[in-house]
């Protein structure tokens, strides 16, 4: 099955600053890659996402990017302000065909912790 | 809208008493999911629910029972739950659909929304 690896697992940066989160996924299969923001107490939230026939996406100040052949993607937020301090998590979705089709593999999770 | 509603917010159980949560969208979608979530952790998916079907059963124990009534209720009965048992219980809708999911490649994306979950604590 999919394994998903999210590098780092705590992450501290000064408001202004960019923050960067890291994932790779093993199964070549995977076409749909999500990120989920999560506050402290709140549901999970999907900020942006990819598709594996695209290799960047950007929406305001967030950004993913995906390199297919070497199996991994990243999560680019600029200017940081306090209220993007959450835990993040990405995700990678196998593509139809599979029993697996639809399931939603996250990595670990990044604490982001904007100081002001 | 893209509201997921769950209830009760919060749960205290004993390890002998039966209770359920409950789940529920009106957003169209026709594939469910029930997940646990424990602190700082991932979601860890329980159950997937296609077009009230039951399609996905992540090996969870029996004191866990899903039940999907109709397109926009997703419950989850619980008994004899053990103190380890305690979390936060995340429902989730996407339009995506095992049933003919390949052949409607805008719903790939597989977009799920989450609810605001139900903290369980067992005691």
């Known amino acids: 099955g999919e394994n998903v690896e999210q590098h780092p697992s705590t992450l501290s940066v000064q408001e202004g600053d960019s923050a960067v989160i890291k994932c790779t996924y093993s199964d070549s299969a995977s076409n749909y890659f999500p990120w989920y923001k999560q506050e402290l107490g709140k549901r999970p939230q999907l900020i942006i996402d990819i598709r594996s026939n695209v290799g960047e996406k950007k929406d305001q100040r967030i950004a993913v990017t995906l390199n297919k052949t070497a199996k991994h993607f990243s999560l680019h937020i600029t200017e940081t302000q306090p209220e993007d301090s959450a835990v993040y998590f990405c995700a990678a979705v196998p593509n139809a065909g599979g029993t697996s089709y639809g399931k939603l593999t996250f990595g670990q999770g990044t604490i982001l912790t904007v100081h002001p | 809208d893209t509201e997921v509603t769950q209830t009760p917010k919060h749960l205290v159980m004993g390890m002998t008493n039966k209770k359920s949560l409950k789940c529920e969208q009106h957003m169209g979608h026709r594939a469910m999911y029930w997940y646990k979530q424990k602190a700082k952790k991932p979601p860890e998916l329980m159950f997937v629910y296609s077009y009230e079907k039951l399609s996905i059963n992540e090996s969870v124990p029996s004191r866990f029972s899903p039940e999907c009534p109709n397109s926009s209720l997703l419950n989850l009965h619980l008994h004899a739950l053990q103190p380890e048992d305690s979390a936060l219980y995340l429902c989730?809708?996407?339009?995506?659909?095992?049933?003919?999911?390949?052949?409607?490649?805008?719903?790939?994306?597989?977009?799920?929304?989450f609810g605001a979950g139900t903290r369980l604590s067992v005691l």
């Open positions: 989730a809708s996407s339009h995506f659909s095992l049933r003919g999911g390949a052949a409607r490649p805008e719903l790939a994306k597989n977009i799920q929304y």
